[in-house]
């Protein structure tokens, strides 16, 4: 029993084992979303949020889950566009669902959950900055290409241009073996929406 294909939480009480352990893609990302959602954690236990969020991306499919009922589902307000799955218990982020993934893919922050296999890829871009706290950002590279925002048809167009990107973030060809994330959140059952407004400190 000494698979190296599992996300868990921080104190143990649930966690999901993918069948394809290889990290797709990686960003850094610099969004509001990301930091307000940790930091709300953080108010519940779970770890104090970067500025800026390693963020790797693993194909949606899950062998096994454990932990069900520890597991809850939550959206940042009415209008929400991300799913997170946390730990009731910890407040560890252990799988983020967006509309852009397709159910193709999910997303997972390193630093906000465990994983006994490696997921540290170099990053494809740093994205969001216009979120950034900072007037002066010091980045770990100098040539990784940089997003303010993806608000302009330019930007978007640039971002998806950065291979793979665009393959995942499109339907995907083949069907999971296991469940998807999305499948998990259904059986996770409602989600529970925070009404944190936009932007908001906490
Ligand atoms: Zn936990
Ligand atoms: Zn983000």
């Given at each position: 029993?000494?698979?190296?294909?599992?996300?868990?939480?921080?104190?143990?009480?649930?966690?999901?084992?993918?069948?394809?352990?290889?990290?797709?893609?990686?960003l850094?990302?610099?969004?509001?979303?990301?930091?307000?959602?940790?930091s709300?954690?953080e108010?519940?236990?779970?770890?104090?949020p970067?500025?800026?969020?390693?963020?790797?991306?693993?194909?949606?499919?899950?062998?096994?889950?454990?932990?069900?009922?520890?597991?809850?589902?939550?959206?940042?307000?009415?209008?929400?566009?991300?799913?997170r799955?946390?730990?009731?218990?910890?407040y560890?982020?252990?799988?983020?669902?967006?509309?852009?993934?397709?159910?193709?893919v999910l997303?997972?922050?390193?630093?906000?959950?465990?994983?006994?296999?490696?997921?540290?890829?170099p990053?494809?871009?740093?994205?969001?900055?216009?979120?950034?706290p900072?007037d002066?950002?010091?980045?770990?590279?100098?040539?990784?290409?940089?997003?303010?925002?993806?608000?302009?048809?330019?930007?978007?167009?640039?971002f998806?241009?950065?291979?793979?990107?665009?393959?995942?973030?499109?339907?995907?060809k083949?069907?999971?073996?296991?469940?998807?994330l999305?499948?998990?959140?259904?059986?996770?059952?409602?989600?529970?929406?925070?009404?944190?407004?936009?932007?908001?400190?906490?």
């Amino acid at each position: 029993m000494d698979k190296k294909n599992e996300i868990s939480c921080g104190c143990g009480q649930c966690g999901i084992e993918l069948n394809d352990t290889s990290p797709k893609y990686s960003l850094m990302c610099a969004c509001e979303d990301c930091r307000q959602a940790l930091s709300w954690a953080e108010k519940n236990g779970g770890e104090k949020p970067k500025n800026i969020l390693y963020s790797v991306y693993l194909r949606s499919d899950i062998s096994n889950y454990f932990g069900l009922e520890n597991m809850v589902a939550t959206h940042l307000r009415d209008e929400a566009t991300s799913t997170r799955v946390y730990c009731k218990k910890c407040y560890s982020c252990i799988a983020i669902d967006h509309v852009n993934y397709h159910n193709n893919v999910l997303m997972i922050q390193p630093d906000h959950c465990k994983q006994n296999f490696n997921v540290h890829i170099p990053p494809k871009a740093v994205i969001n900055l216009q979120d950034h706290p900072d007037d002066f950002i010091e980045l770990d590279s100098d040539t990784i290409p940089v997003f303010h925002s993806r608000k302009y048809p330019q930007e978007r167009k640039r971002f998806l241009s950065i291979d793979p990107i665009a393959e995942f973030l499109a339907p995907p060809k083949t069907q999971a073996k296991g469940i998807t994330l999305r499948d998990l959140i259904s059986k996770i059952g409602t989600i529970k929406v925070l009404h944190l407004n936009k932007g908001e400190a906490l």
